[in-house]
């Protein structure tokens, strides 16, 4: 998580939302959970993904993000 814009955001949903456990269900590259369930087998792949929203997009995917975000509302 280079972008500062993420790391705002991940700073937000921590301090206001109890649920959040990070970006991606709080998976995180090999997190032990999926060593072990893969017994160690397993490839990590990373691809870009980059995001052009407007700002009105770029609200409501944070409002809407898995039902449970509302931070960026209250700041």
Excluded: W
Aim: proline share 7%; with cysteine.
């Amino acid at each position: 998580m280079e972008a500062p814009l993420n790391q705002e955001l991940y700073e937000i949903y921590k301090k206001y939302c109890p649920r959040f456990v990070g970006f991606s269900g709080g998976i995180i590259k090999d997190d032990p959970r999926i060593k072990k369930f893969f017994d160690g087998r397993y490839e990590y792949t990373s691809c870009p993904n980059p995001l052009s929203l407007y700002k009105e997009r770029f609200i409501l995917k944070h409002f809407n993000d898995n039902g449970k975000s509302f931070a960026l509302f209250l700041i």
